[in-house]
């Protein structure tokens, strides 16, 4: 006599997630109530959806309420719990995602979901952001993509940013968002060989950010400017533009004068020797001068 079989089968998946969309923000049954954002919005949600999900909201749902004598109380917290720095529309797409496994994303959130993302701990939001955030990239916003990726170590979409910037870098340079960059980001766009702009160009557009942020940090223009002009490849400027740079040098200190100095002995002796290789190297974007064909590393 043959034995029992079993199997899993599996129904209709979208009817499935459907219902449970219905549940999202629903304050039919819910158990559950959070205050987010400066609007103080009210989102409803059921614990035992966002247990089950999410590790970050089961230890949140477990905590005995503010005051408790008991801190091993059965009974759970029924809230509100109080988010106050994060939007609405922005902790609405995370409960979406627990309860469908999908989520809707535009431009404008999809930065600030990501950084929810990667605070609870879910992977698999963060990766449908980082694929929306790479196929909606801009001109104005892949600084601060750059910057996230950079923040939370997203690889993937700090070199599909970094290639953004190296074929648009004219534009990106003017945005709002550049001159919003970390000293060390700046640094890391500065490395590249591959940046669509004269070097000149990149020297005025470092100008502008390290003013920036000398206002916003408080802080000397040479202090937050030390880590990408270390970048700036001064040797390629010709005599000529290194006067000029000498000239606003004066006015802001942004340069430090060995740097300076460097690309001057680099003149007079014709070739790159005692400046680093690959500041002698030119950009993609680089313009043509005379003098280069005397800082190639086989010139003579």
């Known amino acids: 006599m043959a034995g029992p079989c079993s199997a899993r089968l599996q129904g209709d998946v979208a009817a499935f997630t459907a219902a449970l969309r219905t549940l999202v923000n629903n304050p039919?049954?819910?158990d559950v109530m959070f205050v987010v954002g400066q609007?103080?919005?009210?989102?409803?949600?059921?614990?035992?959806?966002?247990?089950?999900?999410?590790?970050a909201f089961r230890g949140m749902l477990s905590q005995a309420p503010v005051g408790s004598q008991d801190s091993s109380s059965s009974v759970p917290p029924q809230g509100p719990f109080i988010l106050g720095n994060v939007q609405p529309e922005v902790f609405l797409a995370v409960i979406e995602f627990l309860y469908t496994n999908s989520v809707t994303l535009n431009s404008h959130i999809a930065l600030e979901v990501l950084t929810s993302s990667v605070e609870y701990g879910l992977q698999d939001l963060c990766k449908l952001c980082v694929k929306f955030i790479k196929d909606t990239l801009s001109v104005e916003q892949v600084c601060e993509a750059l910057q996230a990726a950079v923040t939370y170590g997203q690889v993937?979409?700090?070199?599909?940013?970094?290639?953004?910037?190296?074929?648009?870098?004219?534009?990106?340079?003017?945005?709002?968002?550049?001159?919003?960059?970390?000293?060390?980001?700046?640094?890391?766009?500065?490395?590249?060989?591959?940046?669509?702009?004269?070097?000149?160009?990149?020297?005025?557009?470092?100008?502008?950010?390290?003013?920036?942020?000398?206002?916003?940090?408080?802080?000397?223009?040479?202090?937050?400017a030390a880590l990408p002009v270390r970048e700036l490849r001064l040797p390629l400027l010709a005599p000529s533009e290194l006067v000029t740079l000498e000239s606003y040098n004066q006015q802001?200190?942004?340069?430090?004068?060995?740097?300076?100095?460097?690309?001057?002995?680099?003149?007079?002796?014709?070739?790159?020797?005692?400046?680093?290789?690959?500041?002698?190297?030119?950009?993609?974007?680089?313009?043509?001068?005379?003098?280069?064909?005397?800082?190639?590393?086989?010139a003579k």
């Open 28 to 30: 039919q049954f819910s």
């Open 156 to 224: 993937d979409l700090q070199q599909h940013c970094l290639a953004f910037i190296e074929g648009c870098t004219a534009a990106v340079v003017r945005t709002q968002g550049f001159r919003e960059l970390s000293d060390a980001v700046l640094a890391r766009v500065l490395r590249s060989d591959r940046l669509a702009a004269d070097e000149l160009d990149l020297v005025q557009a470092v100008r502008e950010w390290a003013h920036v942020s000398s206002a916003v940090l408080e802080r000397p223009v040479p202090e937050v």
């Open 39 to 55: 609007e103080q919005q009210k989102v409803f949600a059921h614990r035992c959806v966002l247990a089950c999900r999410c590790q």
């Open 252 to 298: 802001d200190l942004l340069i430090p004068v060995e740097n300076i100095a460097a690309a001057w002995r680099a003149h007079a002796l014709r070739k790159g020797s005692g400046v680093p290789s690959h500041l002698c190297r030119p950009r993609r974007g680089t313009r043509p001068r005379d003098h280069h064909r005397h800082l190639e590393p086989h």
